[in-house]
């Protein structure tokens, strides 16, 4: 036994050797492997956190143009806005400066607008029938002093037309643009007015002769900022709504409204007769309410809905009308 058991201890020791070297090889394979995963755990936990870091700083640069964004679209609102508010004042401005031209035009719109030594000559197609300067009378037409700012029809004795008594009572004032528009077809702004002058067709006589006739109204000094004078718009007809063709069905369709005031039968109960007129001074007169040289109301409120074609049937229509 006592020769065994050295033998037996050192062959067990052996043994446990071996087990304990093969232990200690598998378990360091074991922890190796193990280390392995751990950091293969790890470097993916790390390329998750790099992924989702990425992810946060492109989320905040999204959200930073975002708000760039909104800044954007909250000025492009804002300059609309101004836009919009500032287009509805300047058509306000537009409005009330062709609804007065006389109290609203600022002076900076005033335009030298003629020779008045040029216009005295033009003038002498005026003087068989009117004088003007001092101690002028009226003639066959009135006297002239003083034209700018004056009522129309305004000299009292005066026999003036029905027509154009009429529109001095709606408020006709002579500026610059209305005497414009009247000397150049005096039948274009007063339908009915008696003053028989074919006109002046050339804007430049026009000019020289108002600029003649501004000398004697009230501060000729002020030619041509003073406010009567000021801007003077371009009324002239454009020929192709002259030319359009009128449908008289459709403007009898479009005459129910006009009849209620107007008698179809032209019967004149101070409201003026519209029928058998020619077409063409029918249209002149109804864009002239419309372009709010002529200052009735209530006619350049109608007018002003009607467009062109509705214009034209309606002359096509009262212009065949018979009694
Ligand atoms: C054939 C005569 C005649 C000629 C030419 C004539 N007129 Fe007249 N004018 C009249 C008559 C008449 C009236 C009144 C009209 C009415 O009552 O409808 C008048 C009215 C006027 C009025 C309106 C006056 C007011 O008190 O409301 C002005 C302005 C005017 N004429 C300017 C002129 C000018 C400028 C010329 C020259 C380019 C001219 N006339 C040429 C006869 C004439
Ligand atoms: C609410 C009543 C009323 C209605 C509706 C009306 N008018 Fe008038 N119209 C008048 C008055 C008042 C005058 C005179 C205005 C003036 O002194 O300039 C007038 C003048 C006119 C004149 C110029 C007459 C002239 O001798 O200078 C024409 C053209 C005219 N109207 C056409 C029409 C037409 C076309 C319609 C329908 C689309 C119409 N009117 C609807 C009241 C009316």
Known sequence: MSKTFPLLATSL???ALVLGIAYGVTSRQHRDAEIDMLQRQVASIEARR????????????????IAELETALAAAQEEAERAASEATALAAAAASARASPAAEAPAEVAVSFGDPTAGEEVFMSCS?????????????????????????????GFPYSQSLTRMGADGLVWTLETLDAYIENPLALVSGTRMSFD?????????????????????????????ATATATDHDLDPEILAIQGDPEYGEYLAGECVTCHQASGANQGIPSITLWPEEAFVVAMHAYKQQ????PVMQMIAGRLNNEEIAALAAYFGQLSE
């Not at 066959?140 to 009522?151: A, V």
């Not at 804007?203 to 030619?223: G, K, M, T, V, W």
């Open 50 to 65: 790099a992924a989702e870091a990425e992810i946060v700083s492109r989320e905040a640069a999204l959200n930073e143009r």
């Open 13 to 15: 020791g052996g043994v």
């Open 199 to 227: 006109g002046l067709p050339d804007p430049q006589e026009r000019a020289d002769l108002l600029a003649f006739l501004r000398i004697y109204s009230d501060s000729p000094a002020n030619i041509p900022e003073a406010p």
């Open 128 to 156: 068989g029938c009117h004088q003007v300067g001092q101690g002028a009378e009226d003639g066959i037409g009135p006297q002239l002093n003083g034209i700018f700012g004056r009522d129309a029809a305004g000299i009292e």
């Open 293 to 296: 040289l002529r200052p009735h």
